[in-house]
């Protein structure tokens, strides 16, 4: 059956997976559990899958031969009809990771324990299935891609099991779906050849019914006694000019024949190549030369037999092409790159010539998706690829795409720094003539960063970091300028470059994520709110501290988009944990100077909320003493906030520039003591005195009192004595994920309640 033809409401089976495993009662957010097969049950389905699993495996280890150099981790495995793993192969990683959800050999998958899961659904439709990310119920396979293919007895139309892949998400791609569909047709094939060959005299069922095979036959003398219709296709040769006559006319398969006869040899699966006359494409077969007996075991004859694996071999190139190419423009990507780079250094390393890099980042390409949309983003990266494959001088210079709109050149063999600067003005000059964007001509300039072996580094990783700085120098001279790589621009000025770009695309690559630290009532511990603290997971970095970021993001303006980030991703979240029954608290963000400083911001959190459907009584915004230095203006913006329903709390208190005088003008909620004062309270007579003060104050003035950076309890029993009103500190818990606050705080609320 032609799998790739039929139509499935994926959609519509996934949501109902799902549905099914909700009602069953599984988590989707534990590791999910699957049914183990007793010990003796397994060695029977293996023992009655003997034949099946030899065949499977055969074609699975030629699969994952084919792509071990590629890079791509994968897990291959073979169930039967009811779902039970018989076999698995693949990367050891991905298996050591599978094998603490239990998946190995002799788990049976059942959807009512083990999830929405391709396994089940192959089996159920009887037709390839692939489930990405979160179209998996359970979260432990959110970052994993799943393909699953039936195989069957074709002749019976009898069910056998399945084969699936699983591997990383970021390697998602469809060509997984047609290998796996190419294996099972293989071993569907020779699964039925093997069957018929059991039952039939294996002579004459090849010679007269195999219509799916090239077939050659030969006695034992070597000559030919049967050539089928696909073996004139395959061979180019008539049955009627090759019939009574010597293999040896056959020259493609003559010495695997000859040595069949001669020395009862046996060959299997040699792969050859074809070329079809008529359509002028490639054939590629794998081809079988047999000895055959009789019934007396005697040899009196040869089989030759070919099989088509074109379809196969096509989608094998085309994996294999974009494991070293990107997709979108066709330059050779990083994978490509890193590979002729080292071969480079290498070749160099004896040469008296200089090999140069050139990274090239366009200037101002995130207003372009901004303005036109990302498709248009993609036919500029397009247009910028064909001028930058103008710029290659020789067959040995190099571009490829680093990924979004960072692109890199090898340079080999010049003489001089001076033809280095000439071909970096060269790539430069490209960027002169407009590019055709959306209807537009719109200019876009580039900045190029150079560095040079051996002068900048005498390796592949060294030599990047080296341009890398180069080019956010080059950013940092205002963009549409090369710069060659000098020592002085790495350190500090390269971090801050570094961190400020990857900052700019933090947001865009959902890279940042919101941290809640409860706040509670002092005197009885019940949650009154959560604070939200903006984090950043970094790809390569790991988790980069705030105090690293913020400031930052501060200097350069990019504070802005961040906080608005912030302030939606927090109403949203408390809106969504209301929208699921918990008790409504507020939630508390810290707003920036340059936010509380334009004009816009009343209207932007206007908007948000209107967005998010948060109630703004349970949005509580931060800010500081020092952000209201302009006192008229901070007096306005103050009131228009609460005028809007948002509650105001004056973070950090006591550690700024605010009059008291004016104190009572602000229309302010609460105030925030600031944890240096918290910190020692218990020890520091000036700092209690601070503290007591603080709260006397706050409620001669009817403002609430809240204390951070709670730490033991004798200072909760202090703030307590006080009459603070609440509290927040690592006494009650350390900023959690989102996740973990809802089970570890909501969860346990709501059960009470119940």
Request: charged share 25%; hydrophobic share 40%; with cysteine.
């Amino acid at each position: 059956m032609d799998r790739m033809l039929q139509i499935v409401d994926k959609t519509s089976i996934v949501h109902a997976s799902k549905q099914f495993c909700k009602q069953s009662g599984l988590d989707p957010t534990v590791i999910p559990q699957s049914k183990c097969i007793p010990e003796n049950e397994i060695k029977e389905k293996l023992k009655s899958y003997e034949e099946i699993l030899s065949v499977a495996g055969f074609f699975m280890d030629r699969f994952l031969n084919s792509i071990k150099d590629k890079g791509i981790p994968l897990l291959i495995s073979v169930s039967n009809e009811e779902g039970v793993i018989l076999q698995i192969a693949g990367d050891q990683l991905i298996r050591n990771v599978m094998d603490k959800a239990g998946f190995r050999v002799g788990i049976q998958f059942m959807e009512e324990m083990s999830g929405t899961n391709v396994v089940n659904l192959a089996l159920k439709y009887r037709m390839p299935f692939e489930l990405i990310g979160d179209e998996h119920y359970h979260h432990y396979f959110h970052q994993a891609v799943c393909y699953s293919v039936p195989f069957s007895y074709q002749e019976q139309d009898k069910l056998l099991g399945t084969i699936s892949i699983m591997t990383s998400i970021e390697y998602e791609h469809p060509f997984f779906l047609a290998m796996l569909i190419t294996m099972v047709d293989s071993i569907e094939r020779e699964l039925q050849l093997r069957k018929q060959n059991s039952r039939l005299n294996v002579l004459n069922h090849i010679l007269i019914n195999t219509t799916r095979n090239g077939i050659v036959a030969t006695d034992r003398n070597g000559i030919i006694l049967e050539f089928n219709l696909y073996a004139e296709k395959i061979l180019k040769n008539g049955k009627e000019s090759v019939i009574g006559k010597s293999v040896s006319c056959l020259t493609s398969i003559n010495s695997f024949i000859d040595q069949v006869l001669k020395e009862e040899k046996k060959f299997e699966d040699i792969q050859l190549s074809f070329m079809d006359a008529e359509s002028g494409n490639t054939i590629v077969c794998l081809f079988d030369a047999l000895p055959i007996y009789d019934q007396k075991g005697i040899l009196i004859g040869a089989l030759g037999q070919f099989r088509d694996i074109t379809d196969r071999f096509e989608s094998e190139q085309k994996i294999r092409y974009l494991a070293n190419h990107d997709e979108l423009t066709g330059l050779a990507n990083r994978r490509l790159f890193k590979k002729r780079m080292t071969n480079e250094i290498e070749n160099a390393a004896d040469s008296r010539k200089k090999l140069a890099i050139v990274f090239i980042d366009l200037d101002r390409f995130k207003h372009v998706n901004d303005t036109f949309g990302h498709s248009e983003g993609d036919h500029l990266l397009q247009q910028v690829s064909d001028r930058l494959k103008e710029c290659v001088g020789s067959d040995c210079d190099f571009v490829a795409r680093m990924g979004g709109d960072e692109f890199i050149f090898i340079l080999p063999g010049r003489d001089t720094y001076e033809s280095i600067q000439t071909d970096a003005q060269a790539i430069l000059s490209n960027f002169e003539r407009p590019f055709m964007v959306s209807g537009f001509d719109l200019h876009i300039s580039a900045s190029l960063g150079v560095a040079v072996y051996p002068d900048n580094g005498k390796h592949l990783e060294s030599l990047l970091i080296c341009a890398d700085s180069a080019m956010y120098q080059a950013k940092a001279n205002g963009g549409n300028n090369y710069q060659i790589y000098t020592p002085t621009m790495y350190a500090n000025s390269h971090k801050r470059l570094f961190m400020e770009n990857a900052l700019r695309k933090a947001v865009e690559n959902k890279e940042l994520f919101l941290a809640y630290q409860p706040q509670v009532d002092a005197k009885t511990g019940q949650l009154l709110g959560m604070e939200a603290l903006v984090r950043w997971q970094h790809p390569q970095l790991g988790i980069v501290s705030p105090d690293e970021f913020i400031p930052i993001s501060e200097e350069t303006g990019i504070i802005i988009p961040l906080g608005e980030w912030v302030i939606r991703e927090a109403c949203y979240q408390n809106k969504r944990w209301q929208d699921a029954g918990y008790p409504p608290v507020k939630v508390s963000v810290n707003l920036s100077g340059k936010q509380f400083a334009q004009g816009r911001i009343v209207d932007d959190i206007r908007q948000i909320l209107k967005e998010t459907g948060l109630e703004p009584k349970y949005l509580d915004i931060e800010i500081t003493e020092s952000m209201m230095m302009d006192v008229n203006h901070s007096i306005q913006v103050l009131k228009e906030l609460c005028d809007l329903g948002v509650q105001i709390s004056i973070d950090d208190f006591g550690t700024g520039y605010s009059s008291l005088s004016y104190l009572k003008r602000f229309s302010i909620h609460r105030l925030k003591i600031d944890r240096s004062f918290v910190q020692d309270i218990t020890i520091s007579s000036s700092d209690a005195s601070i503290v007591e003060t603080i709260i006397v104050m706050a409620r001669n003035l009817g403002i609430g009192v809240i204390a951070e950076g709670v730490e033991s309890k004798e200072q909760l029993e202090f703030l307590v004595e006080k009459n603070c009103d609440e509290v927040q500190g690592y006494l009650f818990s350390k900023p959690l994920s989102a996740e973990k606050f809802e089970r570890e705080f909501l969860q346990r609320i709501k059960a009470k309640i119940i």
